[in-house]
């Protein structure tokens, strides 16, 4: 059943809960569009053709480290309704920190991947909200818990589905992200390889696809 704040239900997190995801390592992300609708474009041929949203989908992906220079882009796809991606984050060579000024600077020099305001995004839930008015103590500490913490995957995550959202609507108002993402850490090398076949042939694969519509 879904958990109540603030008179309003928000889906549970599908995070794993003792897991920090700001640990260094590879992650298998995949995303959806609301309704696995076709968003990005279609499988043409066994190759991926984008469309003017999938272009840009394909793009700001590809600029993550750009933005987040801690992270390291394995292979990625833009599907129909979907995207599969690596990322693999090297904390090791970055300012990563719980210490509240680290974080108030990584929130600062990202805030340009967000691309202005993007204070009106339908598609994100209250726990993907970096920003809330608690007054209380004990409201700050459950913000505190529910929020994406800075250099994690759900704030690199966040940016992204955020950024894609805004220049999106502007070609087609109707776009929308299904809520939350799909995560696997990758925990050896040899899943790395299969994963990252699996993305390279995911346009030859698309009819066997679990998101195939």
């Known amino acids: ?66 933005h987040f220079p801690f992270v390291e882009l ?14 693999i984050v090297d904390a090791l060579h970055c300012n990563v920190s719980n210490n509240d000024q680290n974080d108030s600077n990584q929130n600062d020099s990202n805030q340009n991947f967000l691309n202005q305001n993007i204070s009106n995004q339908n598609d994100l839930n209250q726990s993907d909200t970096l920003q809330c ?3 209380t103590e004990n409201k700050n500490e459950f913000l505190s818990k529910i929020s994406p913490k800075s250099g994690s995957i759900s704030t690199i995550i966040r940016s992204y589905k955020s950024v894609v ?5 502007l070609i087609n108002p109707e776009f929308q992200w299904q809520s939350g993402f799909h995560d696997h850490i990758v925990r050896n090398s ?7 076949n699996y993305i390279e042939n995911n346009p030859i694969n ?5 998101f195939y519509t």
């Open 133 to 135: 008015n608690a007054s």
């Open 1 to 66: 059943m879904p958990l109540k704040f603030q008179n309003k239900y928000r889906i549970k997190s599908i995070r794993l809960k003792n897991w920090d995801y700001r640990n260094n390592g590879a992650y298998f992300i995949t995303i959806c569009t609301q309704n696995r609708k076709h968003f990005f474009g279609e499988i043409i041929d066994e190759k991926m053709e984008l469309n003017e949203i999938g272009l840009l989908a394909n793009n700001f992906w590809a600029e993550i480290p750009n």
């Open 190 to 196: 040899e899943s790395f390889d299969n994963i990252q």
């Open 165 to 169: 959202s805004k220049n999106s609507r």
């Open 206 to 210: 698309w009819k066997e696809d679990t």
């Open 74 to 87: 394995g292979n990625f796809q833009i599907m129909p309704n979907h995207m599969d991606g690596i990322l």
